[in-house]
């Protein structure tokens, strides 16, 4: 063996070490959010002028940045769990895995009004999700009546922020606050 190749052995081994050890050791956690932050997610259900008016299922929820849903903020869904399925986009993505799970969050259908949802910040779990990249999504779905689906990248971390949402269909204007610090 020539010296040469004693030293192409060794580089090979000190890359594949490196590359060993960048995919075994545990990512860096990342910061939770700041003690005592929360969200307000104000919107408006619009009065609409139709004949068969029926007060809308609404889901909000938060997904991270792999997409996986990290908290069920609010379901109104009233006593119809067989028409969960009409809020597709929240069904298809953890409603039908979880129906039985759904009193923890699950209320009322509401009528036309303004309402303000809060949240604490915290995940399905109860733990405080970590700062990074989320989005809130808003999925309104009336019977006889149309389908919105809002969404909202959110960056969270440990400066308040605020959001607004144009109204669609069926869903007025949305303000959301994320608020540090009281």
Do not use: C
């Not at 070490?17 to 408006?44: D, N, R, W, Y």
Request: proline share 4%; hydrophobic share 40%; aromatic share 12%.
């Amino acid at each position: 063996m020539h010296f040469s190749d004693a030293r192409f052995i060794h580089r090979g081994f000190v890359i594949m070490a490196l590359f060993v050890a960048a995919f075994t050791m545990p990512a860096a956690q990342a910061e939770p959010l700041p003690t005592g932050a929360t969200f307000s997610i104000a919107l408006t259900l619009p009065e609409l002028n139709t004949t068969m008016y029926a007060r809308p299922y609404v889901a909000i929820w938060v997904e991270n940045s792999e997409r996986k849903v990290v908290k069920n903020i609010s379901l109104w869904t009233g006593r119809q769990t067989e028409w969960l399925k009409d809020i597709r986009t929240w069904w298809r993505k953890f409603g039908r895995y979880h129906v039985t799970d759904i009193d923890g969050y699950s209320s009322a259908t509401k009528p036309a009004g303004d309402y303000t949802i809060r949240w604490d910040g915290k995940s399905e779990q109860d733990d405080i999700i970590a700062q990074g990249d989320y989005t809130l999504f808003i999925e309104v779905v009336r019977e006889h009546g149309g389908r919105d689906v809002l969404k909202q990248a959110m960056t969270l971390a440990d400066k308040s922020q605020s959001w607004q949402l144009p109204a669609a269909a069926e869903v007025g204007p949305v303000t959301i606050h994320y608020q540090v610090g009281q």
